[in-house]
């Protein structure tokens, strides 16, 4: 699959109608990103069934800044809506499909069960104030 170019407009439906959503943060002046790119490119056609996206932090700096993008590249990854990976960083071919196999086995249900036990406790921790 082709990468899809992610903006505002785009953002919700591409995360509501996707299991898996790989963004990729980036600019054209980035040499990083230049590198990093290819590979990007090249793991997204062996992955038919993810999102891979691209956010051009020039074009897109509202979006960015949305997501506390501070260097780039930055790759972000998104399963059933929840942020799962957010980090700065080219990666070479075999951690990114290493890191595509790792998000395919999560237990869902647990990490789901995870963020809201963590936000029971913050909720008590306010209370407590």
Partial sequence: MATIKLNQENLEDTLK?????MIDFWAEWCGPCKMFGPVY???AEKHEDI???????EEQGELAAAFGIQ??????IFRDNILLYK???????????DLIKQVRELDMDKVRKEIAEKEAEEKEEVKAE
Wanted: no cysteine.
């Fill in 17 to 21: 109608n996707n299991n898996i959503v």
């Fill in 41 to 43: 490119e090249q793991v």
């Fill in 51 to 57: 999102a891979f996206t691209k956010v051009n932090t």
């Fill in 71 to 76: 260097s780039i590249p930055t790759l972000a």
């Fill in 87 to 97: 980090n700065p960083g080219a990666l070479p071919e075999n951690a990114l499909e």
